[in-house]
């Protein structure tokens, strides 16, 4: 909720202060052009997506990158549909891979998984020896 809020005052600062700058007709065509391109890219997801698949099953990219360039793409035209110069600047630099994956990484704090070094080993597995005593007991 705070950040929700902090997000909120910011929007509306950045909106006030490029409005008064700019005029009330260009704010209101920026806020009807950017609704345009957010829908346009939500309608056009779907050929991003295939293609993002298509580099997934060749092997081009990870799944960890087939999600995060998804997920950034989509969160970015949602955020240009939304009024505001905020949302707006944020919306437009998601649809960037780089500040795609350096919001998901730096600011949600995601954290990339361990890769594994070669076939079967992991850095954080536990070796461990399994003995089962229904076998041992029945003999």
């Known amino acids: 909720m ?26 209101f065509l920026e806020i009807v052009i950017s609704a345009f391109v957010g829908f346009f890219l939500l309608t056009n997801f779907r050929y991003t997506l295939a293609q993002s ?7 081009s990219i ?35 891979g780089f500040f795609g994956t350096f919001i998901a990484e730096k600011i949600l704090h995601l954290k990339r998984k361990k890769q594994c070094k070669s076939k079967g080993e992991y850095d954080d597995a536990i ?13």
């Open 62 to 96: 990870t799944i960890e990158q087939f999600q995060k360039m998804n997920m950034m793409s989509l969160l970015g035209a949602i955020l240009l549909i939304i009024p505001g110069f905020l949302s707006d600047i944020i919306g437009v630099l998601l649809q960037f």
């Open 2 to 27: 705070f950040y929700f809020l902090l997000y909120l005052f910011f929007e509306v600062i950045v909106t006030i202060d490029i409005a008064s700058r700019i005029g009330g007709l260009a704010t």
């Open 127 to 139: 070796d461990v020896e399994v003995i089962d005593t229904d076998v041992i007991d029945s003999k």
């Open 53 to 59: 698949m298509m580099a997934l099953m060749q092997g």
